[in-house]
């Protein structure tokens, strides 16, 4: 039951993108988000929180068909933790010498997998609903973290006059503010390590930095990279003025 309501969750997030971003939506909030902006990065505990929920809530049927395990000790976990991550996870590979896909234990290299053999066994675990991959559903929607983390926090009781669907939930950031699948995160659904508190709003906010990290995972080192070739810049700047200061006083 709960793996398919959270299929239905972020499949109505992928599969929606004219009525989410319709005008009878509430607009999402903004939040502050460390990892936006010139000089952003992101916040390693909070990710490394969101992987927890990622793995704990959303894995059973999401993929994140473009990270590989390679990419995890860019969040602060260790280089063995990941390849025990990985090895817990069991990759199709293939031929071996006699021409037949085998099974094995993940390693670093591989990309994390789908729950799933195929689009139709996923379909057929989820009342029809395929669960997207969520290595992009921050890039899919305008304003998508803000989007995401709405959604995801939004859900409420029907006001008063507002008649709900067979199976609809209310949601003011959704279209209509109706949407057909019930609320996904609950307080206290994991423990995180850290021992902070894993209310709705902590979980929202945690899994929507770490998918935002999981579409932009070279975010940190292209930002350190900028700023780098920002001082190089402005060291040249300053040697070239120097320079030209000397030439032109022996011109005068």
Known sequence: M??????????????????????????????QWKHEGFFGTFDRAAVQRGYQVYKEVCASCHSLKYISFRNLPAIGIS??????????????????????????????????PSPYANDKAARAANNGALPPDLSLITKARANGTNYLYAILVGYADAPAGVKLGDGMSYNPYF?????????????????????????????????????????????DARNRMGIKVIIFL?????????????????VH
């Open 2 to 31: 709960k793996k398919t309501i959270i299929a239905f969750a972020f499949a109505a997030l992928a599969s929606v993108p004219a009525l989410a971003a319709s005008s009878d939506a509430k607009a999402p909030p903004s939040q």
């Open 79 to 112: 280089e063995a933790e990941a390849k025990a991550i990985a090895a817990s996870y069991s990759v199709k590979d293939g031929p071996n010498d006699e021409g037949d896909m085998f099974e094995r234990p993940g390693r670093l290299s591989d990309k994390f």
């Open 175 to 219: 279209s209509g503010g109706q949407i057909g699948m019930p609320k996904p995160l609950n307080d206290d659904q994991v423990t995180f390590a850290d021992n902070t508190k894993a209310t709705v709003a902590q979980m929202s906010q945690d899994v929507t930095a770490f998918l935002a990290w999981a579409a932009e995972p070279e975010l």
């Open 234 to 250: 402005l060291i040249a700047i300053g040697l070239t003025y120097a320079a030209m200061r000397r030439v032109w006083a022996a």
